[in-house]
């Protein structure tokens, strides 16, 4: 009843914001200055282009809606792209994006976000909190011809504020609200010398969790986070610029608030355990960006260094008995170079009707990561004749990875109006992996595996673009998609390793913009087509232990449609409306299962975001404003064999407050402020409904501060 009440309150909420722009371009009268939709510049195809002329999905989240819409982390910018959905663990560690039915493991992404130009090959480091950003892309559909061997889904393009080398700004900013939560973030950036500018920025967040341990009377999941950044940019003369981000995260969050399934759903926010956990994590990175503009070519290159560390534990039989606990350490550090040609500011003429855009690249990477997790059992839990307590290590591993990519990609535009993009990339890697798994005190021989495998592929990719008018493109496109083969940090015996996986994914749509640029309507309509798709399994040996493995092959097609509105200054209007349908394929086996025609995990049928924010000045240099959003998901199967789903479900954002001068404001705000209860995640387990999972945020709500200059 709660969910369907949600629903119907976040529909109607729908149909008022959707009457706003209609209404207003009604009424409204031509003002001395124009006004428009916001040109934005995305760097989803490398190069800089407007989002508008590019043949694929891309939705950019600004700067001016995150620090408008609070967000602070980047499965919140998840919202506004249509056919997207996140799936975020209680401990930040854990955070996966699936895109029109595509799933991203951990470390193996089939989506991979890629941070000022790194991409991250671990969620470990990629969902960080954001500070000082300019804007976050999700890009659908295949990126491999450019991005390579983790792109076949997409990605998630993480852009940082530049600092300015004008003049000093900054904002200082501090939220509160229930659960005990307040942070501060604060940034400065400005000028030091001539062509020399440096930005600092911190924050500091932490709230008590939404779970309560019934067991002890404290909450479980409690989160707290320390981050700072510092850039350094230098540009010695038009043409040349370099930059260097460091970027710090300590997190300090509780245990998993995982709990059965059943119970969750007639007691929510509810847990019963003997043991109270942890899960810490460190990210530290290092980026230097340098770029030369030139007048028939630039030259960019990105060198990435991210070392992270993560140590948790959890009561792993989530009871209050006194069964089995796990303690889990992860680390890794890893290398990324690229270094880019592009054609300059001027195409090459090929002839008096025919222009040629091109790029091309190499990338390398070296990746090593090392696990080590411990079960501990209690006596007489292994076996009722062993009664002493029992330690399994599953798994004690150690990964190493390299690899080098080449691509190129061209565009030939004939006439002005018709552009042929055809673009290809080779990817080849090396993969070590030494695992071990044994039991302390020995019950058997231990299991050991030091082995090494090498994967190689070619993703083409061929789109086409006709601008019918200016501000109206129609597009298609064509792609391939690569992810490699691997190894499992821990599994069943002989499924050690897994091999690569191939989609074809099609895409056709328009792009348009309607009433001189106030209103732009984008729609996509996609086919996916998968081979040896790679699925996270449950491990039987080991609870609450996963490892990839080859299924078979799956389809997913939909449609997608983005709307931005401006019908007056001062107002802006959002919508988006994505369907998919994603399934097995036939013959395609799970464990052991035939699950052909099932559902696949985690995709909702469909998503929708509406929404609009209304800003008006009150006299003295005051600005009164208002925001909301009303977010729908169907229904969604959490695993492979369609057992257990979560109902669709809708919630509601909202926020006001008063701005003064152009540098003081305060705000009051609510996030889904219906308090819907839904359960993101959840997978199999030896509980009594079958299933544990964790609960979705509740209500909650606070105000907001904030100077900025």
């Not at 499924?495 to 074809?504: I, K, L, P, Q, V």
Request: hydrophobic share 40%; with cysteine; proline share 6%.
């Amino acid at each position: 009843m709660d969910t369907e009440l949600t629903v119907g309150r976040a529909l109607l909420a729908i149909c008022s914001l959707t009457l706003l722009p209609i209404s207003a371009f009604a009424q409204s009268q031509e003002p001395p200055v124009r006004i428009v939709v916001p040109t934005v510049t995305v760097t989803a195809q490398k190069e800089p282009a407007d989002v508008q002329t590019l043949p694929l999905s891309v939705t950019a989240v600004s700067k001016d809606t995150i620090a408008g819409d609070g967000i602070a982390i980047i499965s919140d910018a998840g919202i506004f792209a249509p056919n997207t959905y996140f799936s975020e663990f209680s401990a930040r560690k854990l955070s996966f994006p699936h895109f029109r039915g595509i799933s991203s493991g951990p470390g193996n992404p089939a989506i991979t976000t890629y941070i000022d130009g790194v991409p991250q090959l671990h969620t470990n480091s990629s969902s960080v909190d954001l500070l000082d950003i300019d804007q976050v892309e999700l890009v659908r559909g295949a990126q491999s011809a450019l991005f390579g061997r983790n792109a076949l889904g997409g990605l998630v393009n993480v852009v940082s504020a530049r600092p300015s080398i004008q003049k000093w700004t900054g904002a200082v900013v501090a939220p509160f609200g229930n659960f005990g939560a307040k942070e501060i973030r604060g940034a400065v950036s400005g000028p030091v010398a001539d062509g020399l500018a440096i930005s600092l920025a911190a924050g500091r967040s932490e709230r008590d969790g939404y779970t309560t341990n019934d067991v002890s009377g404290r909450p479980l999941d409690n989160r707290s986070t320390t981050l700072g950044k510092v850039q350094v940019l230098w540009s010695p003369s038009a043409n040349w610029e370099a930059r260097a981000i460091v970027n710090r995260e300590r997190a300090r969050d509780g245990d998993y608030a995982l709990h059965d399934l059943g119970a969750l759903r007639s007691n929510p926010f509810h847990a019963a355990r003997d043991f109270e956990g942890h899960t810490d994590r460190d990210v530290t990175s290092t980026t230097v960006l340098a770029r030369y503009v030139g007048r028939r070519a630039v030259l960019s290159a990105t060198t990435g260094v991210v070392k992270w560390s993560s140590e948790d534990s959890t009561d792993l039989d989530y009871t209050p008995l006194p069964l089995v606990t796990r303690t889990n350490a992860e680390q890794a550090l890893q290398f990324t170079q690229e270094v880019r040609l592009a054609s300059g500011a001027t195409a090459t003429r090929l002839s008096d009707f025919a222009t040629l855009r091109w790029q091309g690249g190499v990338f390398v990477f070296t990746n090593g990561y090392d696990q080590a997790a411990i079960n501990r059992f209690s006596p007489f839990v292994l076996n009722p004749a062993l009664g002493f307590p029992v330690s399994q290590h599953s798994p004690d591993a150690a990964l190493d990875d390299s690899g080098v990519g080449l691509y190129g990609q061209g565009t030939v535009t004939l006439h002005t109006n018709l552009d042929v993009t055809v673009g290809a990339r080779v990817d080849h890697e090396n993969k070590s992996a030494v695992l071990d798994t044994f039991f302390d005190p020995a019950l058997g021989p231990p299991a050991h595996l030091d082995t090494d495998r090498s994967f190689s592929d070619v993703s083409p990719q061929f789109a086409v673009a006709y601008q019918m008018k200016p501000g109206r493109i129609a597009y298609a496109t064509v792609g391939r998609g690569y992810k490699a083969g691997g190894f499992n940090s821990a599994s069943p015996a002989g499924t050690e390793s897994f091999g690569e996986e191939h989609t074809w994914q099609v895409e056709g749509g328009t792009k348009t913009a309607w009433a001189g640029g106030r209103l732009l309507l984008n729609v996509a309509a996609f086919r996916i087509e998968w081979n040896d798709l790679q699925l996270n399994v449950p491990n039987p040996a080991v609870p609450a232990q996963f490892y990839i493995a080859n299924v078979g092959r799956a389809t997913s097609s939909g449609v997608e449609f983005e709307v931005t509105a401006r019908p007056r200054a001062g107002l802006d209007v959002f919508g988006t409306i994505g369907a998919t349908r994603a399934r097995f394929g036939d013959n395609s086996h799970s464990s052991g299962v035939d699950v052909s025609g099932h559902d696949l995990p985690t995709s909702p049928g469909y998503t929708t975001t509406v929404g609009g924010q209304y800003s008006h000045g009150v006299g003295s240099g005051a600005t009164m404003y208002g925001r909301g959003e009303a977010v729908l998901y169907g229904s969604f199967f959490y695993d492979d064999f369609n057992s257990a789903k979560q109902d669709a479900y809708g919630l509601l954002n909202l926020r006001a407050g008063v701005r003064a001068a152009k540098y003081l404001f305060v705000e009051a705000w609510v996030k889904n402020a219906s308090n819907t209860r839904y359960i993101p995640i959840a997978f199999p387990y030896g509980s009594p409904s079958g299933f544990i999972g964790e609960m979705g945020a509740p209500r909650t709500f606070g105000l907001r501060a904030g100077v900025t200059f």
